[in-house]
């Protein structure tokens, strides 16, 4: 379809974005916000409290009438600007331009007020998680000309396995905490992970796996630092779901479980 039969977009037209393995549903502001056939679009609060954390009754609390209009007043004192727009569905949305969203989150990680940590932490993920895929689509363009759907995938791939690592170590953590286990000890328990599925501790493998890399003759004898990663994660994923009263006996069968689904040779 080329540009003169692509449909013109019209103010208040409801999108639905997938945007790597996000899901958002946009509202067009103004169908030439960006230069003539570029339109400027907004997120409603529903949509910015699913991704930043901030519910959205709380965001709600925040708006105030301000000359002729309404504005979102942040912790800081900070404004943004709050669009009323008729939707093409017949209701009526309250909606905030979209990089204005970015800058009202900015704004509450450096001056948060009562903002809850867990809050912080998940708007602070979400601004990371467009940094990071603007930052490699710009490089890609720049080393090789172009950036394909292809590359794309392969950074959302990338990105999921990295968020899902994050929280399952997190849960992990949280086990041992729950345990009685100091901070200072959560090391030891992540060595013990190590040593029975592989034979050396984390720091020892990790070195192992770096004078492996590129080393195709050694690496066909060992894990791949990739299968090796994912079996430490699906280990202490076990640890949390085993774990009643012994974290001992959590990790032991933890650990035999998981050598025998990545057919390791276990340690213990």
Not at 5 to 17: C, L, M, N, S, Y
Not at 113 to 118: C, E, N, V
Not at 204 to 221: C, F, Q, S, T, V
């Amino acid at each position: 379809m080329d540009e003169s039969t692509t449909p013109a977009v019209k103010k208040g037209d409801r999108i639905e974005v997938t945007y790597a393995d996000k899901q958002f549903e946009v509202i067009v502001i103004d169908p030439d916000g960006l230069g003539p056939g570029q339109p400027a679009y907004g997120f409603g609060f529903m949509m910015a409290a699913k991704y930043i954390g901030i519910p959205q009754a709380t965001l709600s609390e925040r708006v105030i009438g301000i000359d002729d209009g309404e504005v979102l007043k942040n912790p800081s004192g900070k404004l943004f600007r709050v669009i009323g727009i008729d939707g093409s569905d017949g209701n009526r949305y309250s909606v905030i331009e979209a990089s204005d969203w970015f800058d009202l989150s900015t704004d509450v990680l450096i001056n948060p007020g009562k903002t809850r940590k867990p809050t912080k932490q998940k708007i602070a993920d979400f601004l990371k998680w467009f940094a990071v895929k603007g930052f490699y689509f710009s490089a890609n363009i720049a080393a090789k000309g172009v950036a394909t759907a292809k590359d794309d995938r392969a950074l959302s791939r990338w990105l999921q396995k990295r968020e899902s690592g994050k929280y399952t170590r997190k849960d992990y953590t949280d086990t041992l905490s729950d345990a009685g286990i100091p901070e200072i000890e959560f090391a030891i328990r992540t060595n013990e992970v190590y040593v029975g599925l592989f034979g050396l501790k984390a720091a020892e493998m990790k070195e192992k796996w770096h004078l492996m890399a590129g080393d195709p003759k050694i690496a066909r004898n060992y894990i791949s630092e990739e299968k090796g990663l994912e079996a430490v994660k699906f280990c202490e994923r076990l640890v949390t779901m085993l774990y009643s009263d012994d974290l001992d006996e959590a990790h032991t069968e933890a650990i035999r479980l998981t050598a025998r689904k990545f057919k390791l040779h276990t340690f213990r």
